[in-house]
């Protein structure tokens, strides 16, 4: 994969981001970066963008209006070390490209998921996938971890045993559990990779996920830092709205306090400022409307 040069992405090429205990994250590779998502998005909206002057600008208007197509010209490609009910949950975004280790070709190592002390809970009440934050009795963890070091070793050494007796590895491999360590190479362009660190960063999304993502975030960052910036700000740390939610938010809005200039002081420069006030306008108005229909 060609790439313009990027000295900070080329600097962490190849480096491990730790996970879990014993999994990691490496950008093997990755083409182009925020310079390409501005030269594409100038070649497609041509003179349409000549009134954006910077990249920055640029990006967080691409970002703000949901013009993805931009951010599809940057990809990253991985080197990921996870366990098998993690890659299970991973392989559900069937956006990008995958080649997995071989369990019909190799023999798999003696490499499992061991959660630590903290990472222990209890089944969440309210969420069914989830687990609530309640703190498990440190004898009960310390059972939880001695059946899973338990099993885990008696499944590995009849997996052994089956290979030493020429029994095929495809087969061999079935009892193994899905806390067994796999490893992947995972490419994908910029657009849906954020789609799966916003889901999968979110607070609601399962622990030993998250900490991958967290990892690809760190790297995401150095490849794309302007990309990044807006996909935090418009994104990741956004919120959405109902009609009706937007409806009550709007009659808190001061209207009379919130000009350009208050804007700009808190960070929404020029354009933005300007389509958050014209944002307001509409808002307002189709309150005020739903209110005179009732």
Same mark, same amino acid.
């Given at each position: 994969?060609?790439?313009?040069?990027?000295?900070? *992405?080329?600097?962490?090429?190849?480096? +491990?981001? !730790?996970?879990?205990?014993?999994?990691?994250?490496?950008?093997?590779?990755?083409?182009?970066?925020?310079?390409?998502?501005?030269?594409?998005?100038?070649?497609?909206?041509?003179?349409?963008?000549?009134?954006?002057?910077?990249?920055?600008?640029?990006?967080?208007?691409?970002?703000?209006?949901?013009? /993805?197509?931009? %951010?599809?010209?940057?990809?990253?490609? %991985?080197?990921?070390?996870?366990?098998?009910?993690?890659?299970?949950?991973?392989?559900?975004?069937?956006? *990008?490209?995958?080649?997995?280790?071989?369990?019909?070709?190799?023999?798999? !190592?003696?490499?499992?998921?061991?959660?630590? #002390?903290?990472?222990?809970? %209890?089944?969440?009440?309210?969420?069914?996938?989830?687990?609530? /934050?309640?703190?498990?009795?440190?004898?009960?963890?310390?059972?939880?971890?001695?059946? $899973? /070091?338990? /099993?885990?070793?008696?499944?590995?050494?009849?997996?052994?045993?089956? $290979?030493?007796?020429?029994?095929?590895? +495809?087969?061999?491999?079935?009892?193994?559990?899905?806390?067994?360590?796999?490893?992947?190479?995972?490419?994908?362009?910029? #657009?849906?990779?954020? #789609?799966?660190?916003?889901?999968?960063?979110?607070?609601?999304?399962?622990? +030993?996920?998250?900490?991958?993502?967290?990892?690809?975030?760190?790297?995401?960052?150095?490849?794309?830092?302007?990309?990044?910036? *807006?996909?935090?700000?418009?994104?990741?740390?956004?919120?959405?709205?109902?009609?009706?939610? $937007?409806?009550?938010?709007?009659?808190?809005?001061?209207?009379?306090?919130?000009?350009?200039?208050?804007?700009?002081?808190?960070? $929404?420069?020029?354009?933005?400022?300007?389509?958050?006030?014209?944002?307001?306008? #509409?808002?307002? !108005?189709?309150?005020?409307?739903?209110?005179?229909?009732?």
């Amino acid at each position: 994969m060609a790439h313009v040069t990027n000295q900070q *992405a080329d600097s962490i090429l190849d480096k +491990e981001y !730790k996970c879990l205990n014993a999994g990691f994250v490496r950008l093997i590779d990755y083409m182009g970066g925020d310079e390409s998502i501005v030269q594409a998005a100038r070649v497609s909206y041509g003179k349409g963008t000549k009134s954006v002057n910077e990249d920055r600008g640029l990006i967080r208007y691409l970002m703000r209006h949901l013009h /993805t197509t931009p %951010f599809e010209m940057v990809e990253l490609k %991985f080197h990921v070390k996870l366990p098998i009910f993690v890659a299970r949950q991973w392989i559900r975004h069937r956006t *990008a490209n995958v080649n997995e280790y071989s369990g019909r070709y190799s023999v798999m !190592k003696d490499e499992f998921y061991i959660p630590e #002390h903290e990472a222990i809970h %209890f089944q969440s009440l309210q969420n069914k996938q989830g687990r609530r /934050t309640e703190d498990v009795p440190a004898e009960l963890r310390q059972r939880v971890l001695e059946v $899973l /070091t338990n /099993t885990q070793q008696q499944l590995y050494t009849e997996y052994e045993q089956l $290979l030493e007796e020429d029994i095929a590895r +495809e087969l061999a491999r079935v009892n193994l559990p899905l806390s067994l360590y796999t490893e992947w190479y995972w490419k994908i362009d910029l #657009h849906n990779l954020f #789609h799966f660190l916003r889901l999968r960063i979110d607070p609601h999304a399962q622990y +030993e996920i998250r900490i991958y993502a967290e990892a690809m975030a760190e790297i995401t960052k150095t490849v794309c830092p302007l990309a990044w910036e *807006a996909f935090e700000d418009y994104m990741l740390k956004s919120e959405r709205f109902s009609r009706l939610e $937007l409806n009550i938010i709007s009659g808190f809005l001061p209207s009379e306090t919130l000009t350009k200039e208050y804007l700009e002081s808190k960070g $929404l420069k020029g354009r933005e400022a300007d389509e958050f006030l014209e944002k307001l306008s #509409h808002l307002k !108005k189709s309150s005020s409307q739903g209110e005179g229909s009732r």
